[in-house]
C-alpha cells in the first residue's frame, strides 16, 4: 500500500528542466509519505514523471516503484497504489503468454498484463488499486481506479500538464496548482459533505479519477471511460443457493486478502461484518502455526455515559469478550480520550485534505495510529451494510420515501448555523437535489420491477455510490495517515455485483436485517453475535466532550480572522450551543448529530485556515 504521484505533458520536454521536474516529483511523494515510509523512488523521461512511496506488503525487497519494464525498445512505467488479489493466476496466465517475472510484486504483474493486453488488464484485476502506466511508445498516460473507489486518485489538467496524486495535497505541490474554492465548492462542503459528488475533489479544477473508470491522456485529449458498470436482470437463484454463493464469496475474499508477506490484523467490534471477517481469517490461517491479532475500540468512559438509542442499542464490549477465547485470538481493547479527540479533529482534516466526519474520522485515526505500531495489515468488516442493506433507510418507510439522500433528507439542520444570505446564494437544498437525480438518472434500471423493488433497487444504488466511498475515504485517509493498509473483504466486486440483483426481500428476511449474510454464516459465529440487532461504528456520549466541542467553536467565533465566520451566524450558533444538544437529530447517517454539526464547522475553519481559502 502505498502513495503515487506524478504528471504529463506531451508538448513539453521534462529532460530540459530536468532537476526542477525531479524536484517537484520528490516534494509531491514527501506530501504523501505518511501513505508508506520503506522505499520512495521517481521516474522521468521526456513527457511523464512519475513518482512513489512505499509501505512494503508484498515482495518487500525487489517490488520497488516506480518500476520500468523495456520491450522491443519502448519503456513502460508503471507507479501504483493497492493489493491484487489474483495476482498468482494472473501471473500464471501471462507466464504461459511467454512473459518473464524479475519479482513477485502484483505491481509487475500489473505492468506486465499492460505489455501483454493493454487496457484489458484492468477489467481482469480483483483488487484495490489506483495506478498510473506511461507508455512511451504510444505516449500515452493511463490511470485508473478500482471498481468501489477503495483506493484514490486525483488529478488536475493546467494547459498542456496533467498532475495527479493519490491524495488532494500531493497536488498543490506543484508549482502549476494553488488551492482555491468556488461557490460550487462550499455547495459540496455544506450540502453534501462529508459525502462528495463522485469524480470531483471540491477544490477548484481539482478532480478524483471516478471508481470503475480508466482516464487515458495522449494525442487526442484527456478521456474518462468506464471499465466496468453495474448491470441489472433478473435474480434467478433460489434462496438456498444464494446463501450458499454469498458464503463462498465472502469466504474466498477474505482468503485472498489475507495474502501478505507481513502478518495481518483484523478489526473486531463484536458486531455481525467484523466478527464475519475475523471468523474467516482465523480460519484462513488454520494450520499455519499463526496466531491472529485483534483490535476493538471504544472511548473513556462510555461504561458509564452510554445511553442506548434505536442505532446503537447496546455496547460491543460483550460481543468482543465472547468472541476472543472463541476464535483463540490476540486481542487488544483501544479505548480513546474525549481530550485527544479534539486535538484530532485537526489531524482528521489534514488526512483527508477536507473537512470530514469529524469526531468518527478522528477517532479511527487515533486508533490506526496504535495498530499501524504494531501491524501494517488490517482487515475490516466496512461495506457489508451497503451491499447487504443493513441501514434503516433500506427498509423503514420514513427514511426510504425521501426524496433526496435517505441519510441526510433534511437539509435544515445543515443551514441552522449559516447565514441567511448564504443560504439564499447557495441554495443548497437545490443543489443536493439536482445531484440526487443525476445519480438516480445514471442507475441500470430492471424493466418490470414492482414500485418496492424499484426504490429498493435506487437507495441500494445511491448507498454504492455515495456513503459507500465515504466510508471508504475515512477508511483510506486514517488508515493510510498511520502508515496502516485497510482491506475491505465486502468491497470485492464480485460481492457487489451478486449483491445488486439480490432481492431486497431475499436480503433482510423479518426483522432482522442482513439476514442473508447472517444465513450464510451459520455455524460460523455463535447465535448471540450472528443474530445480534446492528450497533453501528461506537461514538462518545460524555457530555464533557459536547462541551469542549462548544468552547472550542466559540473560541474560533470570537477571532476576527477565523475564516469560517464567512458562512456562520454568531447569533444563531450561540442559541444553537445554549439550547439542548439533540443527540437524536443525525443530518449524516447515523453517527452525526448535533455535536458533531459543531465539530464539522470546527473542521470547516480548520481546512479554510490551512489552505488559506476565502469565501
Known amino acids: 500500500m502505498c502513495g503515487i504521484a506524478g504528471f504529463s505533458s506531451l508538448s513539453g520536454n521534462y529532460h530540459h528542466h530536468s532537476a526542477a521536474s525531479i524536484n517537484t516529483l520528490v516534494a509531491m511523494r514527501q506530501r504523501i509519505a505518511h501513505r508508506g515510509h520503506d522505499q520512495t523512488g521517481e ?83 480483483n483488487g484495490i488499486f489506483a495506478f498510473a502506466v506511461w507508455d512511451d511508445a504510444k505516449r500515452r498516460l493511463l490511470l485508473a481506479r478500482d471498481r468501489s473507489g477503495v483506493k484514490p486518485l486525483f488529478y488536475a489538467v493546467r494547459g498542456d500538464e496533467i498532475i495527479f496524486a493519490s491524495e488532494i495535497k500531493a497536488l498543490f505541490e506543484h508549482p502549476a496548482l494553488s488551492p482555491e474554492i468556488d461557490t460550487d465548492s462550499l455547495r459540496e462542503i455544506l450540502a453534501l459533505g462529508p459525502a462528495r459528488t463522485d469524480g470531483l475533489g471540491v477544490f477548484s479544477g481539482v478532480r478524483e479519477v471516478r471508481m470503475g473508470r480508466k482516464l487515458i491522456w495522449d494525442a487526442e485529449g484527456l478521456r474518462e471511460i468506464p471499465y466496468w458498470r453495474l448491470e441489472s436482470h433478473p435474480h434467478e437463484d433460489s434462496y438456498v443457493m444464494t446463501v450458499e454463493t454469498v458464503r463462498h464469496l465472502v469466504r474466498d475474499a477474505v482468503r485472498r486478502q489475507m495474502v501478505s508477506d507481513v502478518p495481518v490484523c483484523s478489526f473486531l467490534s463484536g458486531g455481525l461484518d467484523s466478527s464475519v471477517v475475523t471468523a474467516l481469517a482465523c480460519e484462513a490461517l488454520k494450520g499455519s502455526g499463526l496466531t491472529l491479532s485483534t483490535f476493538s475500540f471504544d472511548f473513556t468512559g462510555n461504561d458509564r455515559h452510554f445511553a442506548s438509542n434505536a442505532f446503537q442499542p447496546e455496547r460491543d464490549r460483550p460481543y468482543v469478550d465472547a468472541l476472543v477465547p472463541l476464535l483463540g485470538v490476540n486481542h487488544t481493547h483501544l479505548t480513546c480520550d474525549e481530550r485527544d479527540l479534539i486535538g484530532l479533529l485537526d489531524e482528521a482534516v489534514d488526512a483527508k485534505d477536507l473537512p470530514g466526519m469529524a469526531d468518527v474520522d478522528a477517532s479511527l485515526l487515533a486508533f490506526c495510529r496504535i495498530v499501524a505500531a504494531r501491524n501494517k495489515v488490517a482487515l475490516t468488516g466496512e461495506c457489508a451494510d451497503e451491499i447487504f442493506g443493513g441501514y434503516p433507510w433500506f427498509y423503514r418507510p420514513e427514511l426510504m420515501g425521501a426524496d433526496g439522500f435517505p441519510w441526510a433528507a433534511d437539509m435544515s439542520v445543515r443551514e441552522l448555523l449559516l447565514k441567511d444570505d448564504l443560504i439564499a446564494e447557495l441554495r443548497l437544498s437545490e443543489y443536493a437535489h439536482r445531484r440526487y437525480e443525476e445519480s438516480l438518472a445514471a442507475m441500470p434500471r430492471l424493466p418490470g420491477e414492482s414500485p418496492l423493488a424499484a426504490r429498493q433497487r435506487e437507495i441500494s444504488w445511491l448507498n454504492l455510490n455515495w456513503f459507500m466511498p465515504t466510508l471508504l475515504t475515512r477508511m483510506d485517509r486514517t488508515s493510510m495517515y498511520s502508515g496502516l493498509e485497510a482491506r475491505v473483504p465486502f468491497a470485492d466486486h464480485r460481492i457487489v455485483e451478486y449483491l445488486w440483483n439480490v432481492p431486497f426481500y431475499m436480503k433482510r428476511k423479518g426483522d432482522s436485517e442482513k439476514s442473508l449474510l447472517r444465513d450464510a454464516m451459520r455455524g460460523l459465529l455463535p447465535d448471540r453475535v450472528l443474530w445480534r440487532k446492528k450497533s453501528p461504528y461506537p461514538k462518545t456520549y460524555d457530555p464533557a466532550y459536547t462541551a469542549m466541542l462548544k468552547a472550542r467553536l466559540t473560541e474560533i467565533l470570537s477571532d476576527p480572522a477565523a475564516p469560517v465566520r464567512a458562512l456562520i451566524d454568531p447569533s444563531k450558533a450561540r442559541c444553537f450551543m445554549e439550547g439542548p444538544m439533540q443527540t437524536s437529530m443525525p443530518w449524516f447517517g447515523q453517527l452525526m448529530a448535533a455535536p458533531q454539526l459543531i465539530a464539522y464547522f470546527i473542521q470547516i475553519d480548520t481546512w479554510m485556515r490551512k489552505y488559506n481559502l476565502s469565501v
Request: glycine share 10%.
Open 43 to 125: 521516474y522521468l523521461c521526456a513527457h511523464a514523471g512519475l513518482a512513489h512511496t512505499r509501505l512494503a506488503i508484498r515482495d518487500i525487497q525487489l517490488g520497488r516503484q516506480p518500476m520500468t519494464r523495456r520491450r522491443e525498445g519502448a519503456a513502460f512505467s508503471i507507479a501504483y497504489n493497492g493489493e491484487i488479489y489474483n495476482a498468482d493466476e494472473l501471473r500464471e496466465e501471462l507466464r504461459a503468454l511467454g512473459a518473464t517475472f524479475e519479482t513477485a510484486s502484483d505491481t509487475e504483474v500489473i505492468l506486465e498484463g499492460y505489455i501483454h493486453w493493454g487496457d484489458g488488464i484492468i477489467p481482469r484485476l
